[in-house]
């Protein structure tokens, strides 16, 4: 091996694909980017450590944007693609990044199983309350009120709480943050990512173009007033009782993160580095 | 009334008339507008009484309709793609069951790679799937063949998929007549299902069966569809008799009685091979085309009729089945045992890639040469292929191949042509 003993210190530009994003002007998606790869270089990673996974919607593309590992895959199954990826290589950070329609309706069902399971991964649910890629139709987690070509009268449905159903399905971490808050942002992905386990990062991230109400966000959000709690019990009452838009760690949990079996994964990172020597 | 509106829209006002009292919308292109311009619809109380849902999956979608159809609804969705795909176990569900849903496919390639634009491998991946297959040439035939899905769904109860070419007709604007409600109503009854959920006799749908009973029950599937070859022409006479023009059947012919070359294909590219045929024609070229309206059930018979004199026989597909290469082309060769005629597959416009005139004209002018390939692939970049393997053989660790196959073409935008 030639490579230095000690590598020089990477900065989030590092992090950085020569991709250009083809988000809309204004997109929150972007600045969400930019926090991911600022965590990533305060954490001291490097992109060959960390894999980034995704399924498909607008925030999902953000896996081309970084140098790291990227696995842009189907609709709805990034979780269960970055589970595979994980327990074949353990010693990789393993992100996965989408939408609220990837990550809570098409991909609902995983997202439960993921916290039930506990697996060492970050989701980081950029959440607009709308379906952006498809021209703006209602998600999950939109206003049953919102009115649009596919819901002219509003869905009439109470939308989805993924805080709350993150804590019942078992998830060791929690946060909320704002992409309009880069700095807050990055510290929060970047504490999800060292919380053992499964751990929930739900970006508030704004949608310009189908919900351009939502530039008002900024007003509306406030870091919460108390420190994380450990206690599900506690955790349950904050967040169902919260106004949405309290940012910050609001649950870390002490569940010891799956692990698999010692010895059983086939693949060592110093086997992949034999083949890789010049 | 003729109206010049967006294939889509042409499609969700045939729905519309066609009063479907569950509709299932989950967006995804290039349907999304059919589902849209249904909502507006229910919301108008322009569709009424109508169960407008939107689910959360396509899965759900089929699931939905299912429900709906199993208790005596007449229900519609629409689809596309990888869609279709994350629909497939809930396909053969509903076609097992003989649920008449009738359903849109906006035809669109399928991944890895992501790919959104035009080709016919969602529809062909699900051609045995239990499902009428319909395919649509242009927008005024798109709008028909749904007016005709229900009354054909209803009739034998069994699904119906309509499948128009994603983009190229879904969001063109076109001229259509848009039939009166009047009119729809008198040439599509009132849904009476052949299961509903009836007090007086109680059961239990979707239950196990065991080998004693499952091969008469999927026999029955496959005689149904049969059924439908016999009576899908005349429903078409009755179609033309109703609203005056031609729309549907098994197929058609255009300038192919006395040609020794057929093309054949199906969806909206058969008007690019009709106008490359009219000008092969001028230049006395004995050439036709067999447009298939109907490609399941398989009309066995009918091709037969129309290609048993031909010489030779094009098929131009926009689908590749990978390891035997072409999907129709095959069904040809089984409708032609002991005609002598060459079938030549010839697969095109894959992911969106355009289908030109000219490249047409020169595949067809090789066959006729008899230098056409028997499996060939329309306008492939030969070179980058042969670069790609070249590295494969010299380097183990070749990496994926799409991505390969990216660095080679050099940097690009969208380039669908």
């Known amino acids: 091996m030639n490579a230095p003993a000690i590598a020089p210190a990477l900065t989030a530009q590092d992090f950085k694909s020569d991709y250009k994003p083809v988000w809309c002007p204004g997109c929150g998606d972007y600045t969400v980017l930019a926090s991911i790869t600022r965590a990533l270089a305060a954490l001291q990673l490097r992109p060959e450590k960390v894999a980034v996974v995704s399924g498909i919607g607008c925030s999902s593309r953000i896996p081309a944007y970084t140098t790291c590992y990227g696995f842009h895959g189907v609709h709805g199954r990034a979780l269960a693609a970055a589970t595979g990826l994980k327990v074949a290589r353990p010693d990789l950070t393993v992100l996965v990044a989408g939408g609220d329609g990837d990550g809570y309706s098409i991909g609902g069902n995983h997202f439960l199983h993921a916290c039930r399971r506990n697996i060492d991964l970050t989701d980081i649910v950029m959440d607009n309350h709308v379906y952006g890629m498809t021209k703006g139709q209602p998600s999950p987690t939109t206003e049953p009120d919102w009115k649009s070509k596919l819901s002219p009268a509003g869905t009439g449905l109470r939308e989805f709480h993924p805080l709350v159903i993150a804590l019942a399905a078992g998830a060791n971490f929690i946060a909320r943050a704002f992409s309009g808050d880069p700095s807050g942002t990055a510290a929060v992905i970047g504490e999800a990512i060292r919380h053992p386990g499964f751990s929930f990062v739900e970006v508030l991230s704004p949608c310009v173009t189908f919900r351009p109400e939502q530039r008002a966000w900024k007003e509306a959000v406030h870091p919460a007033s108390v420190a994380a709690t450990d206690d599900p019990a506690r955790a349950a009452r904050r967040l169902m009782t919260d106004d949405g838009f309290n940012t910050g760690v609001l649950y870390k949990g002490t569940r010891p993160a799956y692990s698999a079996a010692a010895g059983k994964t086939t693949l060592h990172p110093a086997d992949l580095e034999k083949d890789f020597a010049l | ?417």
């Not at chain 2, 699931?63 to 005596?72: L, M, P, T």
């Not at chain 2, 050439?287 to 091709?303: E, K, N, S, Y």
């Not at chain 2, 590749?320 to 409708?335: D, F, K, M």
Request: aromatic fraction near 6%; charge should be negative.
């Open chain 2, 1 to 417: 009334m003729l109206k010049q509106i967006e294939g889509s829209r042409a499609v969700a006002e045939a729905v519309a008339l066609s009063r479907p009292e569950v509709v299932c919308a989950y967006p995804i292109s290039p349907q999304t507008h059919i589902v849209e311009a249904l909502g507006e619809a229910v919301k108008s109380g322009a569709l009424a009484p109508c169960e407008f849902i939107n689910v959360e999956s396509e899965f759900a979608a089929m699931s939905v309709a299912i429900g709906a159809s199993a208790a005596g609804a007449r229900a519609y969705t629409a689809t596309a793609s990888q869609g279709l795909l994350f629909m497939t176990e809930a396909l053969f569900n509903a076609s097992g069951l003989g649920l008449p849903i009738v359903m849109t496919v906006a035809n669109r390639a399928l991944g890895a790679p992501i790919n959104i634009w035009n080709d016919h491998s969602d529809a062909m991946s699900q051609r045995d799937c239990g499902w009428i297959q319909l395919f649509a040439e242009n927008n005024q035939e798109a709008l028909d063949l749904h007016l005709q899905a229900f009354r054909l769904a209803e009739e034998l109860s069994l699904p119906v998929m309509v499948c128009m070419d994603g983009f190229i007709l879904t969001h063109a604007y076109e001229r259509v007549d848009v039939p009166a409600q009047e009119q729809v109503d008198a040439y599509l009854p009132r849904f009476a299902p052949r299961q509903v959920l009836d007090p007086a006799e109680p059961v239990s749908i979707g239950a196990m069966v065991g080998p004693e009973a499952f091969m008469e029950v999927r026999y029955l599937a496959h005689a149904k569809q049969v059924q439908a070859l016999e009576l899908i022409p005349g429903w078409a006479d009755e179609f033309r008799r109703a609203f005056g023009r031609e729309a549907g059947g098994l197929m058609h012919t255009y300038r192919a009685e006395d040609a020794e070359t057929i093309v054949v294909a199906l969806g909206s590219v058969i008007g690019t091979i009709k106008d490359t045929v009219d000008e092969l024609r001028a230049q006395g070229v004995g050439i036709g085309v067999v447009a298939i309206t109907c490609f399941r059930p398989w009309p066995l018979a009918a091709v037969r009729a129309a290609l048993v004199n031909a010489r030779r026989v094009i098929v131009i597909e926009k689908t590749l089945a990978v390891g035997i290469g072409g999907i129709v082309s095959n069904n040809v060769r089984a409708a032609l045992p002991g005609s002598g005629a060459a079938v030549y597959t010839v697969i095109a416009g894959l992911g969106g890639r355009a289908i030109t005139k000219a490249s047409l004209a020169k595949a067809f002018a090789d066959a006729i040469a008899g230098r056409l390939e028997a499996t060939t692939f329309l306008d492939l970049d030969r070179q980058v292929v042969e670069r790609v393997l070249a590295r494969e053989r010299e380097v183990r660790r070749s990496g994926p191949i799409a991505e390969a196959v990216l660095k080679e073409i050099g940097p690009v935008a969208a380039r669908p042509g």
